[in-house]
């Protein structure tokens, strides 16, 4: 069992940064390959980043050399680092963790970023 708690959202002006976090508990964090994924109102989840245990990371392309995905094993922790903000990347942001590829079973509550024009 993980839960997972994020932080970090806020309001920002398109163009700023912003560093959401995600705190794991459990210790097997190391284990899990760790994703963010984004809910914009009226709108699916979709795909933003992930970075498998073994430190792999993929990105979606909206947000390739923007967004950075890490994580510190020691902390149980991953990170998303996002620059250049843009309008369109408003949206509820979760964490989620998995053992296999592409599947997340265990899922954060989400924080809200809201990028302004």
């Known amino acids: 069992q993980v839960q997972l708690v994020e932080s970090g959202g806020g309001l920002v002006q398109a163009g700023d940064s912003l560093r959401l976090s995600c705190a794991a508990s459990g210790r097997t964090f190391s284990t899990y390959n760790m994703g963010w994924f984004r809910q914009a109102p009226g709108k699916g989840r979709e795909f933003v980043a992930t970075i498998r245990s073994v430190g792999g990371t993929y990105y979606a392309d909206f947000v390739k050399g923007r967004f950075t995905i890490s994580r510190d094993n020691a902390k149980n922790t991953v990170l998303l680092q996002m620059n250049s903000l843009k309008p369109e990347d408003t949206a509820v942001y979760y964490c989620?963790?998995?053992?296999?590829?592409?599947?997340?079973?265990?899922w954060g509550q989400g924080t809200q970023v809201t990028v302004s024009s």
């Open positions: 989620a963790a998995g053992t296999r590829d592409g599947e997340y079973r265990y």
